[in-house]
Nanobody, 126 residues
Framework: QSQLVESGGGLVQAGGSLRLSCTTSGFTLATYAVGWFRQAPGQEREGVSC????????DYADSVKGRFTISRDNAKNTVYLQMNSLKSEDTAIYYC???????????????????WGQGTQVTVSS
């Protein structure tokens, strides 16, 4: 069974950092573009950042530019989201998603995705 698995979420104080990881079972992530999305309570899910299959193209939501960095290690079948200078408004469930294309759009509403992870909770206390 093909699935994505996120890890690395937790509770952190404002200004702190977390690194999320997304790995797979059942398929090789290297041929997929990957995106990170988040959903806060009472809000719609939104795209945070995405990266092309080879890692050469990245995109970020304006709200996280300069604070978050997406990267991938295809040898480890893993995509990362380094989150620095966290704010209370970053509190959400974070999901990774994979698209069977070299690149993907993740910032537009309804961005197509082939696989979703189950999510990991990030809570930033002020």
């Amino acid at each position: 069974q093909s699935q994505l698995v996120e890890s690395g979420g937790g509770l952190v104080q404002a200004g702190g950092s977390l690194r999320l990881s997304c790995t797979t079972s059942g398929f090789t992530l290297a041929t997929y573009a990957v995106g990170w999305f988040r959903q806060a309570p009472g809000q719609e899910r939104e795209g945070v950042s995405c990266i092309s299959s080879l890692g050469g193209v990245t995109d970020y939501a304006d709200s996280v530019k300069g604070r978050f960095t997406i990267s991938r290690d295809n040898a480890k079948n893993t995509v990362y989201l380094q989150m620095n200078s966290l704010k209370s408004e970053d509190t959400a469930i974070y999901y990774c998603a994979a698209r069977a294309r070299p690149t993907m759009t993740c910032l537009a509403r309804g961005s197509p995705v082939d696989y979703w992870g189950q999510g990991t909770q990030v809570t930033v206390s002020s």
